[in-house]
């Protein structure tokens, strides 16, 4: 072995990486961007969660519960003064469950101290309260994220282990501890809380990012490559004209993956489905157009497959997975990520997917994340049209030699 040869092509490797630009970023930036969202976005654990308190008995000892509750670091609680009100709120996502403290649960607090009392002061000694009698807390729960309501249950019931813990320790009182109030739950839209039945449809956002885009990166960039791009403009075809041909014939082999999988999904999987096939339908259009926009744009500024396929991929796919709120809670995540989010399609796709699923057609949620993918998709056919050259002249006239 010459190792001249050897550290003489080693020196032509490094000027290669540093001539390079994409080397230096998949070696340095990327994993930057990657650690970041690992170290910030990325989190199991549902440091805050956002809830209604309905006090139906509204009097000093209920004040005292709902002002523990406000006090925990794990509750952003919002009091609402109907059950209309708080179903509302948690039909259109603004809260995650909401907690009902009845009309009767001073005086049944009471008869339970008073039980207590009277057992410790009996012959045994031993406090025994039957369940029937002891107040209750009825706690409803957004089911269509299992993860998040067990969260609303727990943290719920943890306040109120703090209120009987401080309630015994400065009072002396017994009876009324958070051990000695039952917990009603009830899980709305996913009583069994089986995850498939959110994953699986919110994947569907995931799975179409990375078909849409990857689909359509490829197209233009393997035109240059062929030498075929030269050709289609120097015929009369404008630039409308092409691009419209590319969003057509892509258009309707996505929309044809989307019903795929909406088939997998429902039949096979059995996942219940309470919404409207048709709004699902107009979600899902506004959501393929710009995904198809984006692979296009970015197809159109590589003009080279394996780069464009590498940066649908990257810029594609991780926003989505993690960014989305599919698999990581977004309120968990830094204020600067859940800005970020709010630019990032899959988030509303999931949104509107999830409540088409388990919750029916709402109309606030379907015209809300609609109109942010329509004008996304709107934005990047403009984008696409801008960049798509109508001649051979300029830097394209250097291309055209390039593979003539």
Known sequence: MNSGVVFALI????????RDPSSILIAFILPVI????????????????????????????????????????????????????????????????????PNDFTRKLKRSKAGAAAALNSQSGSPVIQNKGLPEIQVIADGSEPNTAKF?????????????????????ETGNGGSKINIIERFWYNPALKS???????????????????????VIAREWERGTMEAILATKTTKGEFLLSKYAAYFMLSMASVI?????????????????????MLVSSFFMLGALGF????????????VASQIAGVVGFMPAMMLSGLIYEINSMPLFLRILTLFIPARYYVSSISSLFLSGTIPFIIIRDSIFLGVFALLMFILVYKITPDRLEGGYVSKVRQYG
Do not use: W
Request: include cysteine.
């Open 295 to 306: 692979g296009f744009f970015v197809s159109t500024l590589a003009k080279e497959q394996f």
């Open 196 to 218: 498939t039945y959110f994953v699986l449809p919110g994947s569907l956002a995931i799975i179409m990012t990375m078909t849409g885009t990857v689909l359509t990166a490829l």
């Open 152 to 172: 609303v249950s727990s943290y719920i019931q943890g306040a109120l282990a703090v209120y009987g813990a401080i309630n015994t320790t400065e009072k002396g």
């Open 34 to 101: 990657l650690l970041f969202l690992f170290g910030f976005g990325i989190n199991f654990d549902t440091n805050t969660v956002k809830i209604g308190v309905l006090i139906e008995d509204k009097n000093p000892t209920t004040v005292e519960i709902l002002d523990t509750m406000r006090h925990s670091r794990f509750l952003d609680v919002k009091v609402f003064d109907s059950r209309r009100s708080a179903d509302y709120a948690l039909l259109s996502g603004a809260i995650r469950g909401y907690a009902v403290i």
């Open 260 to 280: 795929f999988c909406l088939f997998l999904i429902i039949f096979v999987f059995r996942v219940p489905f309470y919404g409207s096939f048709l709004a699902l």
């Open 11 to 18: 020196k032509k490797e490094m000027f290669q990486i540093v």
